[in-house]
DNA sequence: AAAGCACATTGATTCAAATCAATGCTTTTG
DNA sequence: CAAAAGCATTGATTTGAATCAATGTGCTTT
């Protein structure tokens, strides 16, 4: 429980045992079933989830009921709706567990009381949303300008262990793309 | 001088006279003629920079030297190569003045001594790229799940000044259009 | 003032991905 | 275990954006 955390909290800024425990006190662990949610669409987005074990994913479903997938969570990596959690609004994205799996959770008030009380809690907030940050702009950037052949190429070398946990099917939402159109792309680049 | 950059500051974070002045000490100015570069691909990004006045893009180029907008920069916004910034690696982006400008720019010496040395500074820094996070995010989410016609209308909706400001084959590049869809896209729109 | 560019628009054609549809395979689940 | 559901693949067709090409217009720039 929480190694996973706190072992990504200690690389990024190292914690004396009692600063760990102090932390500890704030968080709270959730286990989430494969297809449960942990947040839908309206809902305000109460919690910041790390994703101790598992894989989750936040999607967005448009007016033809198609799903877009945002992002993956899987061990390691921080899940939410940002905008939801930091301004109260209704979530525009809904969040699902892909997998059986374990979370660790920071409410709003406790995140914002050690971001006002604990200088090291605001270093590690500030470097996770800017490694988020960065990812994401390489994402943007290969959407923007590469062909989406490179761009699965991309995905395959950068996330492989993403490739083998997740139906193919939502790579291809994830990219923007169609099932059908994924396929073929996987049989185009196989066929070299 | 730094009238918008402490205006900003101040929005986020208060300061006081003196804070300010200290601060201040590690900023430089600096200004560009339209069409200069602030940064070149290949070079290593040494400053982020705020814009004072003016308007500034960051792009990259594909093998076929096609242009590829990443983002905009105008006054009060922030630009730079982040991950060349932070990792010192070769910037993969080219960043020049689309209009002439003045910049405040903060070196990466100066904006580490300041993160260790003014909490301040680093809740403004986590509130700056948050901000920019969440806006990133929207971008993607409307690209991988609106139509081109949708993305548009958001564009000028978001950003109506941008639209005033910046030449069309630009924002169709920041859209990943080809000029000549954009302008069509446009014409659709308004035959409505 | 004239020449040369940069820019937007429009038309014709090509091309890549979406859509529609069907099949076989695997994994759930009743 | 059998039925059903979920998933990946493949084929045929449609659709939307890119490409190629030409024109007009307003700015620079010399």
Redesign the pocket.
């Known amino acids: 429980m929480y190694t996973l955390y706190f072992q990504h909290f200690n690389s990024k800024v190292r914690l004396t045992e009692e600063e760990q425990e102090l932390i500890k006190s704030y968080l709270t662990l959730k286990k989430l079933r494969k297809?449960q949610y942990l947040l839908q669409e309206g809902d305000v987005c109460k919690v910041i989830a790390f994703v101790e074990k598992g894989a989750l994913r936040a999607y967005s479903v448009d007016e033809?009921s198609?799903e877009h997938i945002i992002q993956f969570g899987l061990e390691g990596w921080t899940i939410s709706d940002l905008y939801s959690f930091l301004t109260g609004e209704p979530a525009t994205y809904n969040i699902d567990a892909l997998e059986d799996s374990e979370l660790v959770l920071i409410s709003k008030s406790a995140h914002e009381e050690l971001l006002q009380t604990m200088p090291k809690y605001e270093t590690f907030t500030r470097l996770n949303i800017t490694g988020a940050y960065l990812a994401m702009q390489r994402r943007l950037t290969s959407i923007i300008s590469a062909?989406?052949?490179e761009r699965y190429q991309d995905f395959i070398n950068l996330y492989p262990h993403i490739v083998q946990r997740v139906?193919?099917?939502?790579?291809?939402s994830y990219m923007?793309?169609?099932?059908?159109?994924?396929?073929?792309?996987?049989?185009r680049i196989s066929s070299k």
């Open positions: 297809k033809n198609n062909s989406v052949e139906p193919q099917h939502m790579i291809a923007g793309l169609t099932p059908e159109t994924l396929s073929r792309i996987r049989k």
